[in-house]
């Protein structure tokens, strides 16, 4: 069974920086492109960032590129996502999901049940 | 940027009932690259389907994805109790990897 825990989700003020981490297990971890998502209070999916598995390709949504950085340590099947210069507006729960591929162009086929991450002050 | 519309926002049914959701991308799209997802209240997101018609691991046949170019479609024969959700579309082949807003199926 798929299982991803997210963990290191807390209230940070704005301007701050926050790493969450996601523990994965239940599938061959290196062979799979791993997501994270977020959901603002009350609104809808957003994408944030990818990071594929063999050549490590990473992407970023617009609202956190340059801000944000996503990596991975396959030796103990964890995904990593280091948010700096963080605003209110990243204020959400934040998802782990395992890529239905090796690819970044994959879907989220498994979701972490979530982090909330609460930027203010 | 791919931006997916969603509609309607809000779709009020009956258990029993089919419901017909719409996904509309603002230009022409992969569907090997389109998702749908389910969110039931208080939980994490479900994957339905991935290529826009490939049912994902345990998705009853009851929910069918269709559709080419910028028009997609998630149907949802004789919904069921559990069915009254949110349903996001999205899209996958090129960053930023877009959601669309979502219809929620609320019980009539």
């Given at each position: 069974?798929?299982?991803?825990?997210?963990?290191?989700?807390?209230?940070?003020?704005?301007?701050?920086?926050?790493?969450?981490?996601?523990?994965?297990?239940?599938?061959?971890?290196?062979?799979?492109?791993?997501?994270?998502?977020?959901?603002?209070?009350?609104?809808?999916?957003?994408?944030?960032?990818?990071?594929?598995?063999?050549?490590?390709?990473?992407?970023?949504?617009?609202?956190?590129?340059?801000?944000?950085?996503?990596?991975?340590?396959?030796?103990?099947?964890m995904?990593?996502?280091?948010?700096?210069?963080?605003?209110?507006?990243?204020?959400?729960?934040?998802?782990?999901?395992?890529?239905?591929?090796?690819?970044?162009s994959?879907?989220?086929?498994?979701?972490?049940?979530?982090?909330?991450?609460?930027?203010?002050? | 940027?791919?931006?997916?519309?969603?509609?309607?926002?809000?779709l009020?049914?009956?258990?029993?009932?089919?419901?017909?959701?719409?996904?509309?991308?603002?230009?022409?799209?992969d569907?090997?690259?389109?998702?749908?997802?389910?969110?039931?209240?208080?939980?994490?997101?479900?994957?339905?389907?991935?290529?826009?018609?490939?049912?994902a691991?345990?998705?009853?046949?009851?929910?069918?994805g269709?559709?080419?170019?910028?028009?997609?479609?998630?149907?949802?024969?004789?919904?069921?109790?559990?069915?009254?959700?949110?349903?996001?579309?999205?899209?996958?082949?090129?960053?930023?990897?877009?959601?669309?807003?979502?219809?929620?199926?609320?019980?009539?």
């Amino acid at each position: 069974e798929v299982q991803l825990l997210e963990s290191g989700g807390g209230l940070v003020q704005p301007g701050g920086s926050l790493r969450l981490s996601c523990a994965a297990s239940g599938f061959t971890f290196y062979n799979y492109a791993m997501h994270w998502f977020r959901q603002a209070p009350g609104k809808g999916l957003e994408w944030v960032s990818v990071i594929s598995s063999n050549d490590y390709s990473t992407y970023y949504g617009d609202s956190v590129k340059g801000r944000f950085t996503i990596s991975r340590d396959d030796s103990k099947n964890m995904v990593f996502l280091q948010m700096n210069s963080l605003r209110a507006e990243d204020t959400a729960v934040y998802y782990c999901a395992k890529g239905s591929s090796e690819y970044t162009s994959s879907a989220g086929d498994h979701w972490g049940q979530g982090s909330l991450v609460t930027v203010s002050s | 940027e791919i931006v997916l519309t969603q509609s309607p926002g809000t779709l009020s049914l009956s258990p029993g009932e089919r419901a017909t959701l719409s996904c509309r991308a603002s230009q022409s799209v992969d569907t090997n690259y389109l998702a749908w997802y389910q969110q039931r209240p208080g939980q994490s997101p479900r994957l339905l389907f991935y290529a826009a018609s490939r049912r994902a691991t345990g998705i009853p046949d009851r929910f069918s994805g269709s559709g080419s170019g910028t028009d997609l479609t998630l149907t949802i024969n004789r919904l069921e109790p559990e069915d009254f959700a949110v349903y996001y579309c999205q899209y996958y082949g090129s960053s930023p990897f877009t959601f669309g807003p979502g219809t929620k199926v609320d019980i009539k």
